[in-house]
Structures are given as C-alpha cells and as structure tokens.
C-alpha cells in the first residue's frame, strides 16, 4: 500500500489534536483504497499536554508517529522535521489548528496524480487575521517578490502537497535561519493550486506572535536575497553620486568663475558638502565587501547546484 504523509506541526494544540485526528481518520477512509495515511505530529516542545495526546493515539493507532523535539524550535524547524521523516510518496502539510480545510486532502491527492509534483494551498480571506496582520502580511509579499531570486504567491501557505522527488531534494538544504515554503518555491517543479478559505480557530490560542511574524518576515528577506546586504552599496553609490555633483558644482561656481550668482558658500557648507561625499565613499565600500559575503553567504548556506527532475543515464 503506498502511503501519504500526513506532517502536522504542534504547539500547544492539546485540544485540537483529537479533533484533527478525528478528521483526518474520515480521509484515510476515503482513500484507503490506494494509499495508507502516516500522521505524524511533530511535537514543537509544546508545554501543555499535547506530547500526552499524540503518545495515546499512537498507542492506538499505529498509522500516527511523533517526532517530539527538545524545545520550542519554531514552525519552519517543525516542518522540516516532519519532512525530513516521512516515508511516504508524498506528504501534505497542515496546521493543528483546523484553519487548514482537511476536507481537502483528496483534492491535493487528485492534483498530484494529475502530474503536479507540488499542490499549494492558497489562502483565499483571512477575516480572523485582523487589519494589521493582513496589511502587514500584503507588504510583506510586496516587498519579497522586488527582491527575491523567487516569486512567492500572496497568500501561498504552508498547507501544500510534495512529491516523494521535492521531498528528496528538499531534504538537501543545510540552511538553518529557513522559510520552508521559500525553499520549496526556489526548487521549483511542476505546481497547482488550491485556493481555500481559512477556517475558524476551534480551540486555544495562535501560536505565531507579532514579533515571531516579524523574525520569520526578516529571515524571509535575508534567506531568500542579498537585497539587504547591498543597500549600503546602493546607498553609497546615491550619496557619492549627489554629493559627487554638488561638490562639483560649488567648486566651479565659487572658484573658477568667481561666485557670479552671488550664492556665497560658506565654509561650514562646503564642508558638509566634503563629508556627505567621504560617507559616500565608506558605503560604497561596504557595499563592496557585501559582495564578497554574498559569495561567502552562497556557500555557507549550500543549496545544490541544480535539481534534477528525472534522468536517463
């Protein structure tokens, strides 16, 4: 029987756990005649009784594995975790909190027979996420896609479908500050979509703050461009470039031709003038020391060259 895995991050989900479990126990019954189910709960160093609950429906059913982590890792840590260990053909990831429509899960299956290797969920309203949430989540998605080297879909989630060959190549990446759905975008592949509205959170509290949004936001920035690392380069080459022709111009005006439009530079001024053009020059520097980190950062974070879909050799 082939299976699908079923990854399912956790963090304080000891009420909801059951609910989804009771769900995604009506798909396996659906599909049970092509493909088994492995749940697997990846226990995010939750400080409730989540780590209890997934213990017992493991005991009782041996479709559900867990991998539980020492601490509180992080979501993106989460995943991996759970990709890095899921047997199946393919796996499908979705959140503990039933935002994520189970209901759907056949419909990411039919999509992947159809030949797509990823299935990506997209969010289509989050009347829940609140004004400041989903403005911030707009210029996110704004700002990410002028300086990425990959185009994110606004509102691509983390609940999508992998092919057993994603998941492979997927397993490659070494880099540890990591947006998986980033990751995912930048390996490429074959790709549908599934548009879905969120759901209510049934039970407890979201796990993701403000501020971890925010460090999630910057890794994001960091991760997927050296945007960031050459904005002194970019602000250096303006600076010198301005103050370059102002300094030109005061010189010719005021002591070559003799000051004829009466403008009267004063000493402080052209000295200000002088400074603004060494800073200048110090950004343009950094900016050029960037570039050497770039192709350092390249290395460190050590992504395959190139990936390979299929071969014939």
């Known amino acids: ?18 609910l989804l479990y009771d769900k995604l126990t009506i798909i396996g019954e659906e599909i049970r005649e092509k493909y088994d189910l492995e749940i697997i709960f ?14 017992d ?5 041996d479709r559900v594995k867990y991998v539980e982590l020492s601490r509180n890792f992080g979501k993106e840590v989460a995943l991996t975790a759970g990709i890095n260990n ?10 503990a909190d039933l935002q994520h429509p189970v209901e759907l899960i056949p419909e990411f ?41 990959v185009n994110i879909i606004p ?11 994603v998941i492979d190549e997927f397993n490659k990446f070494t880099e540890r500050n990591r947006i998986s ?23 407890g509290r979201p796990g993701y703050s403000f501020f971890k949004l925010l460090r999630l936001a910057m890794n994001s920035f960091v991760s997927l461009s050296l945007f960031p690392l ?13 103050s370059g022709i102002m300094g030109l111009f005061i010189f010719i005006e005021n002591f070559i031709l003799k000051d004829p439009m009466e403008l009267k530079f004063s000493g402080p001024a052209m000295l200000a003038v002088f400074i603004m053009f060494l800073v200048g020059v110090v950004l343009s520097c950094l900016g050029l020391m960037a570039l050497y980190i770039a192709a350092i950062h390249g290395e460190v974070v050590n992504r395959p060259l190139y990936v390979v879909r299929k071969k014939n050799i």
Do not use: H
Request: net charge positive.
């Open 109 to 149: 299956i039919r999509k992947w027979k159809e030949g797509a290797e990823t299935v990506i969920g997209i969010r289509e309203e989050n009347k829940n996420g609140g004004l400041i949430k989903n403005a911030g989540s707009s210029l996110f998605y704004r700002i990410i896609n002028r300086i990425a080297s």
């Open 155 to 165: 509102g691509a989630t983390d609940f999508r479908l992998l092919d057993r060959i």
């Open 230 to 242: 050459k904005i002194a380069g970019y602000l250096g080459l303006l600076i010198t470039t301005i």
């Open 42 to 55: 990846v226990n995010d160093g939750s400080t409730d009784t989540s780590q209890q609950v997934i213990s």
């Open 57 to 61: 429906l493991s005991n009782s059913d």
């Open 86 to 95: 899921c047997r199946g053909v393919a796996c499908i990831m979705l959140d």
């Open 1 to 18: 029987m082939r299976i699908i895995s079923i990854i399912v991050p956790v963090y304080n989900e000891e009420k909801n756990i059951p």
């Open 181 to 203: 759905r980033g990751l995912m975008d930048w390996l490429g592949f074959k790709r549908s979509y599934i548009w879905f509205k969120v759901g209510e959170r049934v039970r």
